[in-house]
Structures are given as structure tokens and as C-alpha cells.
């Protein structure tokens, strides 16, 4: 193959290639696919990691500091997941800006807004502040573009590129693995612009998808969907299992405002349908999903929304256009922005009456299709008929950013995934261990204001346990959490002895799912993989071992408080 087909494999990243060299062992050959010739050919690495999310990419880079050579594939042109290919605003717990996460996480933080520092227009008052916050939405302390995102982490990943320690793979997704005994030997992806694929060996494997796409293809044992009562003992668990029973995904979508203009134009396909769907759900919902109403997540009573893009406070009312907004304007030098521009995740565009998980490729797509109908339906409803706080309806100036997420349509490049497969592993996260109220009843009063303590942690993380309406009918599930940790038995798969997850594919149950899928907890999950890789290949052991023999625990521990990672709270 020459250079130039090569350049098939390298990617435009914010106008600049990622450059991406050949392994020594490559191989090319041919193979029939459908009566169809296609080229494939061979990569080798230390260690492959399948998704470019903030797991994937958390863990290439720990890998990386750590000696090892990597291949990180990334189903889409961008890397990192929650925060840029779908366009959801970092969700964190209050204490992010001094501690609860790896010193890797809260770099990515500060190079955000030194990004911004750097090569934005800010108002002296923005550029004075130490917590920057460029959108000031209230669902984060560093609400930021996603494009930006992409540019801070492939800055952060530039000097393993340089050096070829690390090769990226964009718009790649896997197709299939090979496994021998309990070892996955290689995995094959294909490239979804040519059709193309690339077989890549390594010594370990990472599943860092959104789906955790990797589990089925290598025969990795997995759960999926909710546990029952009997089975987890968890307070809030259901009485009977339901391997569908998933929570919503959304479509994200980017939009601004124009005062005078009108940017309307025909309403989506499926306008009528949304416009007039009231959501299927036990307890039920409090009317049409497009309202400015819907279901208290902790007492699932009605309870009321706002809606104004000039940006008022509304007192009493949550103003969704404040909530995820990645641009404050007046952060920024006048004339630099016409108004302030927002994401669109909120509970109007949660698509719940289909699935993502162990369906079909064509039902997975069209259940895609379907959600952006939502989302675009949502937005047509803001334009037109939203109730305004003047009392007339629609903000016909709303326009949708599809160059903020980097796409045609306007909707994000990939939907936000708050629930994957998950490996049986060696530990299960259970309700009782970080859940407040079940967490007390099984430790008592005193013990019980605390997260249970794992022998194994190698990472902490808190949020309140969280779960958006259900595949299956269930309505929002959402109570209190204490801040926990992150064990190292819930990283181990059973019985596949070289994969790892570094997703929301851990070993946590449908209930405990809800506060182990956030941003920097999927990043500490990512950095925790990365470094037991490098240690266990340093220590030639198995994963398994470093948690089974305690001498090698506490050195990896050792290791982790080295380079930034904090295993308990204060």
C-alpha cells in the first residue's frame, strides 16, 4: 500500500492530521466479503483500545506515560465521547476542582480553559477568573464546545503520536474478534469511509465503546439491562430481570439564538407524532413529552420548566437554556458572539421507546433515526410553539449549530449512551455499597454515611445515582448516592484473562450504572486500566493477580498515588 492510500487511515482532526505509522509486521492481503474485494492489513501494539471516548482515551494515555505502545480506534472522526462526539457538558460532583479525580482529569480541565485563555477574545473579568466557566451552564463548572475538547485531548495525546508510541484510528468501528482459550488474539475493524479493514494483535484489550461493542465479538460474558430483587438484594431493583430494560439515549443537538430572524422551515417528518406522544411510563408521565412539564426525577410529581434564550433567571423554574450552555457571551469581547449557544439534553429529547443494546445493526439504526426525529421534532417546538414568558409561543430565531457538532444535520455525531453491556466480573458494584439509604440499612447508622471501603479501589468518584426513563417503561430512578470508590475486581472480567473495560461496561449493576457513568469517573476507570496494563506487564502477571496477592496490590496502589490517582476520599 502507498503513502497515499495509507492517508485513508489518517484523519483531519480540527484541520490538522493525525499521523500514523505503519507497524514493522504489517501484512496485506485480500479477503472476500459478500463477492466484494476488500484490502486488509495488520497493526500491532502493545495494547489495543477499542473507542476513543474519555475511557478510551484516559487509557491510551496511561498506557502511553507508561512505556506501551497503543492503537486507539474511534467509531467517528472525533475523540472523546460523552464530552465532544455527543456533545454532553462535563457532569461532576462538586468538590472536581480540588480533588475526587485523577490529576490527568483535571489537566484536561485546566487545558480547556487555558484553550480558551489562549485563543479567544475573553473579557478581562472570563479571563481573570481561575474556574473559568465559558458557558457558565449550571449542570457544570466547565461547560465548553466540543470541538474544543477534541482539540485539548489530541493535544494531550500529540507527543505519543510524534513519537509513534501511539497510532489513532478515526472512523473505524470493530467487526469481529479472535479468541484463543481465554485470550483475545486480535480484533478486525473495519473503516466506515472505504470498507476497508485492519486486523490488529496485541498483548491486551481494551473495550472502550460506547456499547461495549467488544463483550459479544470475543465471548467476553456480560450482563445487560436490569437485575432482579432476588438476584442483587438492591433496594430499588425490580422484581423481575429485564436483560432490555435500558435506560434513554439522547440525540444531542447545538443551537443559538437570532432576535428578529426567522430561521423556521418545515417541520420534521415525524413532527406530528412527537407533538402529540405522551410517554408510555409507570409511574406516568405528566402529559406530552414536548412540553415545558415533566416528571420530577426524585418524586416523579409534575413539576415545571422554563424556557427563555435571551438567558433570564426565572425565578423559582430551571431555564433549560441556561442549563447546558457551552457559550456565555458576555464572557467573550462584544460583537465576538451574536447570543449564547447551548446543548440540547434534557428530558424532551430522551428516547426511551426503543433500544440500542443487542439488537440488530438495523434496529440499532433506525432506533437512531427515530431519536434525531425526537430531537429535531423538540427543536421545531421551540421555534414555534413553546410558550414564551410574554405569553405568546415559539422563538422563531432559534437556529440549530450543526458546526458545533460537527455535522450536516445539526444533531451530535454519535448518541449519548448512559447504559452498555457489562462484564460479569470478578466484583459487582452493588446498591448496598454506594447507595445512601440501602447503603445504611446494611451497615448501620454510623458506617452507613459512608461508601463502602474496597480493599482494591483504584479510583473514586461521586454523583447521585441516576437513571433517565427505561427501553422498558420505567420512569426516571433517582436518589442519593455516596461518594465512593472505584474497585479494582469490578475492571476484571471472570474468565477472559487479556480484556479490560473502560466504559460504562464495568462491573456494576443497572441501579449502581446511574453514578459510575459519569465523565470523570469513566476517566479515572480508563487511567486505572491503562496503569494496571503497564504494571502487570512490568510484573509479567495476569490482571487477576494483582488483585488476589496483596504485596502486588499495594505496589500498583503505590503506583496509582505516584501518578496522580486518589483511591480514597478524604
Not at 110 to 133: G, Q
Amino acid at each position: 500500500m502507498n503513502r497515499r492510500n495509507f492517508l485513508t487511515y489518517a484523519t483531519l482532526l480540527g484541520g490538522s492530521s493525525v499521523a500514523q505509522g505503519f507497524s514493522t509486521n504489517q501484512k496485506i492481503n485480500k479477503r472476500s466479503r459478500n463477492q466484494n474485494q476488500y484490502l486488509s492489513h495488520e497493526l500491532q501494539a502493545d495494547v489495543i483500545i477499542i473507542g476513543g471516548g474519555l475511557g478510551g482515551s484516559a487509557a491510551a494515555l496511561s498506557c502511553c506515560r507508561n512505556g506501551l505502545s497503543v492503537i486507539m480506534t474511534e467509531e467517528t472522526d472525533w475523540i472523546g465521547g460523552q464530552v465532544s462526539q455527543q456533545g454532553v457538558p462535563p457532569d461532576e460532583h462538586q468538590w472536581i476542582e480540588t480533588h475526587g479525580a485523577p490529576v490527568s482529569y483535571r489537566d484536561y480541565r485546566n487545558r480547556v480553559r487555558d484553550y480558551y485563555r489562549k485563543n479567544y477574545p475573553l473579557t478581562e473579568s472570563a479571563r481573570s477568573r481561575i474556574n473559568l466557566n465559558p458557558g457558565d451552564g449550571s449542570v457544570s463548572r466547565i461547560c465548553h464546545e466540543p470541538r474544543v475538547a477534541v482539540s485539548v485531548l489530541t493535544d494531550m495525546l500529540s507527543p505519543y503520536l510524534s513519537n509513534g508510541k501511539l497510532q489513532i484510528l478515526l472512523n473505524h468501528k470493530v467487526k469481529r474478534g479472535d479468541v484463543e482459550g481465554d485470550r483475545v488474539i486480535n480484533v478486525e475493524v473495519e473503516n466506515l469511509q472505504t470498507g476497508n479493514r485492519i486486523f490488529l494483535t496485541g498483548e491486551s484489550f481494551v473495550d472502550a465503546t460506547e456499547c461495549g461493542d467488544l463483550l459479544p465479538l470475543t465471548g467476553t460474558e456480560y450482563v445487560t439491562g436490569s437485575e432482579s430483587k432476588f438476584e442483587t438484594k438492591e433496594l430499588h431493583a425490580f422484581e423481575k430481570a429485564d436483560p432490555m430494560n435500558n435506560q434513554a439515549f439522547t440525540v444531542c443537538f447545538a443551537m443559538d439564538y437570532q432576535p428578529g430572524r426567522d430561521n423556521v422551515q418545515d417541520p420534521p417528518k415525524d413532527y406530528n407524532f412527537w407533538r402529540n406522544y405522551v410517554p408510555k411510563i409507570t409511574p406516568s408521565w405528566s402529559g406530552r413529552l414536548l412540553d415545558l412539564t415533566y416528571s420530577d426525577p426524585r418524586t416523579l410529581n409534575p413539576k415545571k420548566l422554563g424556557f427563555d434564550p435571551n438567558g433570564s433567571n426565572m425565578e423559582g423554574v430551571l431555564n433549560l437554556w441556561n442549563y447546558r450552555r457551552i457559550i456565555n457571551r458576555s464572557n467573550f469581547a462584544e460583537g465576538t458572539y451574536e447570543g449564547d449557544i447551548t446543548i440540547v439534553n434534557w428530558p424532551q429529547n430522551d428516547f426511551f421507546p426503543g433500544n440500542l443494546i443487542d439488537v440488530s445493526a438495523k434496529e440499532f439504526q433506525q432506533n437512531i433515526e427515530k431519536a434525531k426525529q425526537l430531537s429535531h421534532s423538540l427543536f421545531y417546538w421551540l421555534q414555534t410553539e413553546a410558550p414564551r414568558p410574554d405569553g405568546g409561543v415559539g422563538w422563531r430565531g432559534l437556529r440549530l449549530r450543526g458546526d458545533i457538532m460537527g455535522t450536516e444535520d445539526g444533531m451530535a455525531k454519535y448518541p449519548y449512551i448512559r447504559e452498555s453491556r457489562r462484564i460479569r466480573a470478578e466484583f459487582t458494584v452493588l446498591e448496598e455499597h454506594v447507595g445512601a439509604e440501602n447503603r445504611r440499612l446494611v451497615a448501620g447508622e454510623i458506617e452507613g454515611k459512608r461508601s463502602a471501603d474496597f480493599f482494591d479501589s483504584v479510583g473514586v468518584g461521586y454523583y447521585h445515582i441516576d437513571l433517565h426513563p427505561s427501553s422498558r417503561g420505567n420512569n426516571y430512578i433517582d436518589f442519593s448516592s455516596l461518594p465512593f470508590q472505584i474497585p479494582l475486581g469490578a475492571l476484571l472480567p471472570k474468565r477472559i484473562n487479556n480484556l479490560l473495560p473502560a466504559n460504562k461496561n464495568i462491573g456494576t449493576t443497572h441501579i449502581t450504572n446511574g453514578c459510575y457513568r459519569l465523565h470523570p469517573v469513566e476517566w479515572s476507570i480508563g487511567e486505572a486500566v491503562g496503569q494496571l496494563i503497564a504494571f502487570s506487564k512490568k510484573a509479567k502477571v495476569p490482571f487477576r493477580a494483582v488483585r488476589e496477592k496483596s504485596e502486588l496490590l499495594s505496589d500498583y496502589q503505590q503506583i496509582l498515588h505516584k501518578q496522580g490517582v486518589e483511591t480514597k476520599w478524604p
